[in-house]
């Protein structure tokens, strides 16, 4: 089975890099925000780590001993560094500030489809008061379907644009509830259980 614990050294690795890189909230970019919410997110039901290292304590208890080894080091960096600057992030306004593209896009194609329905809308109800057999009523046909085309074709724009805007937001959901105080605690918990696995790997040294 897969190494959880070195899963988790790598993603740590990776959040440790992005945290001691920024030194200003200036510097801070979504996508470093994304990173940490979702190591957090992925992370943070601990009774699942825990079954995953049960299972490979019996397959391979010598290298989950070794594995521990190396997720220590990562854990007592992230203790290490200066998280003064997380802790000022806004996490909820990265976030909307984020979204505020993807909603701008999806309001200018919704207003679009709306005023071309309206349009349409105008022109139909002036075909019904015109004579059918008239120049005028010939070229408004014409117009009023080439509008509804037109109106068609800004509709569907419009449903591409909300369903890409809806996949963002809830991609985003784990940035919006996120605090740099829920990490603090997950990698705590993640301490404990690596003493742990120290503890008892020690033991079986001794043993053998």
Same mark, same amino acid.
């Given at each position: ?6 899963? +988790?050294? !790598?993603?740590? *690795?990776?959040?440790?890099? /992005? ?8 510097? /801070?970019? $979504?996508?470093?925000? #994304? ?8 992370? %943070? ?16 208890? !010598?290298?989950? @001993? ?11 960096? $992230? ?12 996490? +909820? ?18 207003? !679009? ?7 349409? %809308? ?14 005028? $009523? ?5 117009? #009023? ?19 890409? @805007?809806? *996949?963002?937001?809830?991609? #985003? ?32 040294? !001794?043993? /053998?």
């Amino acid at each position: 089975m897969a190494n959880i614990i070195e899963e +988790i050294i !790598k993603r740590l *690795q990776r959040v440790n890099h /992005i945290i001691a890189s920024r030194t200003n909230v200036s510097d /801070i970019t $979504f996508a470093d925000a #994304c990173v940490i919410a979702q190591f957090y997110h992925d992370y %943070q039901n601990t009774n699942d780590i825990i079954d995953d290292i049960e299972n490979l304590a019996r397959q391979d208890g !010598k290298s989950l @001993y070794e594995s521990a080894i190396g997720l220590k080091k990562e854990v007592d960096k $992230f203790v290490s560094l200066d998280l003064s600057v997380w802790n000022a992030l806004d996490f +909820i306004n990265m976030e909307q500030s984020h979204l505020n593209d993807y909603k701008e896009r999806w309001d200018v194609a919704k207003n !679009k489809a709306t005023n071309l329905w309206k349009k349409y %809308q105008t022109e139909s109800n002036r075909l019904d008061m015109m004579d059918l057999n008239s120049e005028e $009523f010939k070229t408004l046909d014409a117009q #009023c379907d080439n509008t509804k085309l037109a109106y068609d074709k800004a509709h569907k724009q419009g449903e591409e644009l909300y369903g890409i @805007y809806r *996949q963002e937001q809830l991609k #985003c959901g784990q940035v919006h509830y996120f605090e740099m105080q829920f990490l603090e605690l997950l990698i705590r918990k993640i301490s404990k259980l690596v003493d742990v696995i120290l503890k008892n790997g020690e033991h079986l040294e !001794k043993e /053998i």
